[in-house]
T-cell receptor, first 115, second 114 residues
């Protein structure tokens, strides 16, 4: 079974631009979560989607948004990029409706560099 | 107090020895706990999860959970250089209507020396 697929793997953008990252979950997984990872802050939760609905959202500004499609694929968008948005963005999927009993499986991530 | 706390390390362990990693959490209602391994430049990989008090063994890995003291630990027996990585403790966090958010600790870096 294929794992979580994230595209692109690497992105270089300039301040003020916007970016869209894509995530295809493991087949059969309906929940998709997004995390930002930086050396200083570690893994920070962005949002979680289940059946096309955003169920949870982390403490990030409104410039960060996402959505999930009917085939469970998900995208996240960051508008008006800032230097501090440079990070590894990780997508993870899970089978069940609750992370309490359905572990997350991570994709390889998208490395975003903002110059 | 952080929701999930780990010693950042690095934890230096001789090859063949036991690596012991600790994690404490703040939410007494937490029911399940996960350990992820992350190699440098790679994404986190699930290695263990535990729901019940006591020990759970999987190969060279043992997870230990003590809900009364709010800590969970990971033991790596017969440590190998390939175990050198950052180990992340993760605890689901209850939100308004679901256990949707997985809260991660900062991770403990383990270095196994030959």
């Amino acid at each position: 079974k294929a794992g979580v697929t994230q595209t692109p793997r690497y992105l270089i953008k300039t301040r003020g631009q916007q970016v869209t990252l894509s995530c295809s979950p493991i087949s059969g997984h309906r929940s998709v979560s997004w995390y930002q990872q930086t050396p200083g802050q570690g893994l920070q939760f962005l949002f979680e989607y289940f059946s096309e609905t955003q169920r949870n959202k982390g403490n990030f500004p409104g410039r960060f948004s996402g959505r999930q499609f009917s085939n469970s694929r998900s995208e996240m968008n960051v508008s008006t990029l800032e230097l501090g948005d440079s990070a590894l963005y990780l997508c993870a999927s899970s089978f069940g409706t609750s992370t309490a009993n359905s572990p997350l499986h991570f994709g390889n991530g998208t490395r975003l560099t903002v110059t | 107090q952080k929701e999930v706390e780990q010693n950042s390390g690095p934890l230096s362990v001789p090859e063949g020895a036991i690596a012991s990693l600790n994690c404490t959490y703040s939410d007494r209602g937490s029911q399940s706990f996960f350990w992820y391994r992350q190699y440098s430049g790679k994404s986190p990989e699930l290695i263990m999860f535990i729901y019940s008090n006591g020990d759970k063994e999987d190969g060279r890995f043992t997870a230990q959970l003590n809900k009364a003291s709010q800590y969970v630990s990971l033991l790596i027996r017969d440590s190998q250089p390939s175990d050198s990585a950052t180990y992340l403790c993760a605890v689901p966090r209850m939100t308004t209507d679901s256990w949707g958010k997985l809260q991660f600790g900062a991770g403990t870096q383990v270095v196994v020396t030959p």
